[in-house]
């Protein structure tokens, strides 16, 4: 494996981690921590991770929204890139068909992330400005 994907892996599970914990949010799905992981684990190679790909499913579609516009990373539909991405996956991948995708267990709220090569530091802290941002928004 490519020091590249190394890094991208190694900053993805801090990002899991602090999403995961967070209030506003339902799920992060991630092979970490999916219900499969044990699966993931006798599949990966030995020197493997778990991928830089994670989707987060907000409580609120509302916050979903609004965390993605706050979030200061690049937004843009290409995975695999150096830097780290978002973007909101049924509006750009279903959009024809985005009433459908919620009875497949796909919330319309869904995000994509794509992490990139940042130092992990500075991007911890960039999601977790925007969560708290969220936590503003959401507060009575």
Known sequence: MTWRLKQCNANARPLVELLSKHKAIATVHHPSTAATASTYEC???KEGG???????IFHNPASAEYFYNVLDV????SFGTNFTLVIPYVQLANYWNREKVPKYGVPQHILRMSVGLKDCEQLVDTVAKALKEVETFEAP
């Open 43 to 45: 599949l990966r190679r």
């Open 50 to 56: 778990y991928g830089n790909v994670l989707s987060i």
């Open 74 to 77: 690049c937004k843009g539909s």
